[in-house]
């Protein structure tokens, strides 16, 4: 029987969007103060995409730099699939966009037709959709050898102005080359993984019902109230065929609105990420027959980062079971003088859960603990305290993180594994292992994330509020290289309506 087949991602690339608002900037505006934000979450700066900018645009940016760093014929790209939880149609898969912008580019030097045999897709849930793109590329390119394959995680994190997540913001894509023999990393093909429904961020269909959208409008007027229409009268003529056709015109008694930003429960957020890769870690272990206590033989550990101090901040539980393991657990506790709580000193459940949230957070506190994230979660957070949550792309800006971080530090990662916890609410993790290849450098030394982010344009406030409110129609940014932008949207009620079009510039100013 023949050996299975090495596979892994081979490259990455990125595209940051060329503008960023400074977290203290929106700390004074919301009266945060910015310490709660810088030290106590890790954030620093937020990535911001502009007027001309969505998903598909970003997509197409970090693909199109892979194919050209890695000189890629696109006659020869089998699939490119696309996680995002940023989708600009409810039917048309966006990745359909990115082919489009792709063909276009390339159409002079390889045909009108040199994307035509190019499986997309596009694959979502939440924030693990990238992932679950990657593996099934991955085994699409274990099948036959020579296969070539392009996955894509791009999205806009976006929420309400004011709201609680608002700082967490961010915006980019990061592209990935799917083959045999990496030159990057190997994946191992067992990935763990654990799935619950849940509630805990979601993006729904919300119904809203013509006569409360007619009273609405009413309001806003002069010196009238909704009691001076017959709200009845006028829904039925709205539904009755009226030669005027207009987004009220429908059959339905309601609307359905889709809106970018999301309905959200932090603390259960929080709460069904941990358990789900503590779920997805056991299924992990049983399918490679890792043993627990084990991760100290990882080089870095990998996360899924709604903000760069996630990781750190709630993995104290699972460290915790480390020690336990590997009987280090009653020297820890006596070193570091806390105070396990015990269920039977407290008169209900609530006040011992509160105990033990507080006896977590001392647990962070500790030197031991510290010395841990620093050795393997802090040299991936420093990409995403500067870009924000990407959502299906964060873990992947993770593992970037990782590697130009050791380039730059001059750490030999050859032949070590980074294990790596992806998350996606609704809720699902997955754990899997990617081996580290010889003559990694050569690859990462390509990546410039560091320096993509230092050649940002900066914003003021009253910017970043009119591009949150979709309140601009060009471009911000003066300093980018160009790329792909969007040029226009077609808004005629008729078979073209909702048509997106897309251009290429070289520079910003073209755009």
Known sequence: ???????????????????????????????????????????????????????????????????????????????????????????????????????????????????????????????????????????????????????????????????????????????????????????????????????????????????????????????????????????????????????????????????????FDGPYTTEAYQARIREALMDFRNRTGTQAGTLDQYAALAFHLPYAYQARRMFSELYMEELKVRHEWMDFIERNDLDVPCADDYENREQYITKCSEFLRAVTKTEDYQQFVQQYIAPGEWASARVGNLYSGSVFLCLMAILEDALDRNRELAGKEVLTFAYGSGSKSKVFAATVQEGWQDVARQFDLRMRLDNRQELDYATYEKLHRCGLNKNVATQSEGGFFLADVHERADESEGVRHYGYAATAAMA
Request: with cysteine; hydrophobic share 40%.
């Open 1 to 263: 029987m023949a050996a299975a087949s090495v596979v892994g991602i081979d490259d990455f690339s990125v595209y940051v969007p060329p503008l960023y608002l400074p977290i203290d900037v929106l700390a004074e505006k919301r009266s945060i103060p910015y310490a709660k934000l810088h030290q106590g979450l890790g954030l620093q700066q937020m990535a911001v995409a502009d007027a001309r900018e969505d998903a598909a645009t970003m997509a197409a940016n970090a693909v199109l730099d892979l194919m050209h760093k890695n000189d890629l014929d696109p006659c020869t790209i089998g699939r490119l699939y696309l996680g995002t939880e940023s989708a600009l149609d409810g039917a048309k898969p966006t990745a359909t966009y990115i082919l489009d912008m792709l063909q276009d580019h390339f159409a002079d030097a390889y045909g009108p037709n040199c994307f035509l045999h190019c499986d997309v897709v596009d694959l979502t849930f939440a924030c693990i959709g990238g992932v679950d793109a990657l593996h099934n590329s991955l085994e699409w390119a274990a099948a036959k050898q020579d296969r070539i394959g392009i996955v894509v995680a791009s999205d806009s994190a976006k929420y309400e102005l004011g709201s609680s997540g608002e700082y967490t913001q961010g915006a980019g894509a990061v592209a990935m080359l799917v083959k045999q023999s990496p030159r990057l990393l190997a994946i191992d093909p067992d990935f763990g993984v654990a799935t619950r429904p849940a509630y805990d961020f979601f993006k729904p269909r919300r119904k809203v019902r013509k006569q409360d959208l007619i009273r609405e409008v009413i309001q806003l007027l002069p010196d009238l109230s909704a009691e001076d229409y017959q709200l009845d009268e006028l829904e039925q003529r709205l539904s009755s065929g009226l030669a005027v056709k207009g987004v009220l015109d429908c059959n339905e008694s309601y609307l359905t609105l889709h809106k970018d930003t999301p309905i």
